[in-house]
Structures are given as C-alpha cells and as structure tokens.
C-alpha cells in the first residue's frame, strides 16, 4: 500500500477537523463526509433541574455534547450554580467540563456509560442528572436505576442525519479504504446519505455501543480501540493499515 489511506471522518462538521488533524499527524488522508448534526431540544425540563440542582446527587456527562449544551443554557439563565458531584466518561468529555471552570469528581477506567455507572457503585436513593442526547443508549440508565438511583434523565438534543452535500459526496465517491464512526447515529447517518461503505473498506468504530449498531446494521467491524477515544480510534486504524502494509 503505497499512498496514504483514505478515511472517512463521519463526525459533524464542527467536531469533524479535530479527527482529521489527528489522522493526518499518522499519516492517513482524511475524507469529510459528515453524517449527523444537531438539533436543540426546548430547555424547560432542563431549567427545572438547573434550578434544582441541589436536590441531585450526582450529575453525568456521556458526552462533550451534553455538556456544552448544558452550560450554555447555565450562561444564558445567567446562573452560578453550585454542581454536585460530577461524573464524566472519558477524558474528552473531561477536557470539555474544564473548559468550563468545573472539574470532573469521577471518570471510569474504561470509557464507556456502563463502566462510569459500575464504577459509582451504589447509588441506593440517591438522585442522579443525566443530560444527554434525546436518542441517548438506555445501557447506562439500566445500571444507575439497578443500583438503586433515581435517574432524571434530561434530554437536550437531538442527534439528526446531516443534509445531504454533494460535494462531500462526490469526495467520497472517490474511494476509501477505511470508514471511522464515532457514534451509534454516525452508523446511521452514514446509511442513510451513503447506502453501505465500499465492500473492500474497513470499518472502524470507537466503542462496543458503536460497533453494535454498525454490526446490527449488517457491517462487519473491522476495527475498534481498547481505548475508547479518538487517539485511541486513530491509533487502530494506523496499526492497521500499518500491518495491511508489511502483508
């Protein structure tokens, strides 16, 4: 394999360049083709827990997402309120929580919703917020109300298929070798815009909740991380085109 790789970053396009630049930096060619955006959901349910947030326990981010959408609502009420103890699951949604002056009092050894909600451990009567996604996976709801919590589970947004863009498009009809999915909805973005990925193309998913839709969708997962990140994603997919090279 002589050029570079191609490909294909399915994130939305404000989250997309951040993915490209770290393919780039491995020597993998990037192929934009954005496959979800996002859409606001009305904020009263969330401005009822924001003006309330004492009665909570504990206050989860599954996402960067979540937490730029719920900030943003505290900026707009213009409020300081006072966060309970706050559990993140991974090291971007982390990152995203200080740029906010907050800091994360919990983050799981494995980045992924059932291993934040194992590692809290029992929760019996206490209260827990999770703003996320409307479509959000109900995996981590189960365990917190399995272990005794009382969820409030708030939805900010919705994860919606992008508009179409010929152009994008047209960059990918010229061919791939790899399609990376960040998210269960970037499966799905990808088949309604695309149809499947090119037979021959590897598909590489960032976590088991990802590659379980994209294995419910009839694609066969090529490639996912131990490390649920995106470094961790874009360090697979370099080994393996990498061992794809000396075969």
């Not at 947030?53 to 707009?76: A, H, K, P, Y």
């Not at 809290?120 to 996604?133: E, F």
Request: with cysteine; net charge positive.
């Amino acid at each position: 394999m002589s050029k570079q790789p191609r490909v294909v970053v399915t994130r939305r396009v404000e989250q997309a360049d951040v993915l490209a630049d770290k393919l780039r930096a491995a020597g993998l060619e990037p192929v934009m083709f954005p496959t979800v955006q996002l859409r606001p959901l009305p904020s009263h349910t969330l401005d009822d827990s924001l003006k309330n947030l004492q009665m909570f326990d504990w206050l989860i981010f599954t996402s960067g997402n979540g937490v730029d959408f719920f900030f943003r609502r505290v900026e707009e009420l213009k409020l300081t309120p006072k966060l309970p103890r706050t559990a993140v699951v991974g090291p971007s949604t982390a990152r995203r929580l200080a740029e906010y002056g907050a800091t994360a009092d919990f983050m799981p050894a494995k980045y992924s919703g059932a291993a934040l909600a194992a590692g809290l451990g029992d929760l019996t009567g206490q209260h827990v917020l999770l703003p996320r996604a409307r479509m959000g996976g109900l995996e981590i709801v189960r365990r917190l109300w399995q272990q005794g919590a009382d969820v409030f589970d708030v939805p900010l947004y919705d994860t919606i298929t992008a508009v179409r863009d010929p152009a994008a498009l047209a960059k990918l009809e010229q061919g791939y070798e790899a399609v990376t999915f960040a998210s269960p909805t970037a499966v799905m973005g990808f088949a309604k815009l695309a149809g499947r990925p090119h037979a021959a193309a590897a598909v590489a998913c960032i976590g088991p909740s990802t590659a379980q839709t994209a294995r419910a969708s009839g694609l066969p997962v090529t490639i996912m991380p131990d490390e649920y990140t995106l470094d961790g994603l874009v360090k697979s997919v370099a080994h393996y085109f990498s061992v794809m090279r000396d075969t």
